[in-house]
T-cell receptor, first 110, second 115 residues
């Protein structure tokens, strides 16, 4: 069974810092991996989708990488802003089912 | 942790028929449920947010008359795809959150194939 782990569980940084969120999964047979943002009481917002054949995806200040063989993905956020404060989730899609990580709660301090 | 189930896990139907997908919170009361879908090679997208006892709030571009959402109890929400067509073939996933709780718990998803 696929297990998805996110480290750290919580992170607090001053505004302007670059930061990295980590996601690891136990079974490399994945269809794709997604990074989501979750604001309190809201549904998920998709940030980046990486297909299993891809190594990375970029959108604005966000860059996500995927190393399928080692079961790892990272989400890099450049020049963090207070508006980036949220919970970030990664999800692995095996083609039949989604497996979600437990999330990293990010706080960016002005 | 809390468990959310979906039924069925997969369904194949003919074009023009309606399909109902159930989302249940098994060990907690879900005041809010979210419905998502993912088309092949695309991101998971939020379709609608439903609060128990009230009408669902649909995201822009999602037809509320086509995707009927009912959240009649604190443990069950249903999504009915009416007059399904092949372009509705997708992966549908729900999530649920309890009262005063920001943590979301996700169902395993339902794969819909419309022939």
């Amino acid at each position: 069974k696929q297990e998805v782990t996110q480290i750290p569980a919580a992170l607090s940084v001053p505004e302007g810092e670059n930061l990295v969120l980590n996601c690891s999964f136990t079974d490399s047979a994945i269809y794709n991996l997604q990074w989501f943002r979750q604001d309190p009481g809201k549904g998920l917002t998709s940030l980046l989708l990486i297909q299993s054949s891809q190594r990375e995806q970029t959108s604005g200040r966000l860059n996500a990488s995927l190393d399928k063989s080692s079961g790892r993905s990272t989400l890099y956020i450049a020049a963090s802003q207070p508006g980036d404060s949220a919970t970030y989730l990664c999800a692995v899609n095996t083609g039949n089912q989604f497996y979600f990580g437990t999330g990293t709660s990010l706080t960016v301090i002005p | 942790g809390a468990v959310v189930s979906q039924h069925p896990s997969w369904v194949i139907c003919k074009s023009g028929t309606s399909v109902k997908i159930e989302c249940r919170s098994l060990d907690f009361q879900a005041t809010t449920m979210f419905w998502y879908r993912q088309f092949p090679k695309q991101s998971l997208m939020l379709m609608a947010t439903s609060n128990e006892g009230s009408k669902a709030t649909y995201e822009q571009g999602v037809e509320k008359d086509k995707f009927l959402i009912n959240h009649a109890s604190l443990t069950l929400s249903t999504l009915t795809v009416t007059s399904a067509h092949p372009e509705d073939s997708s992966f549908y996933i729900c999530s649920a959150t309890g009262q005063g709780d920001n943590e979301q718990f996700f169902g395993p998803g339902t794969r819909l194939t419309v022939l």
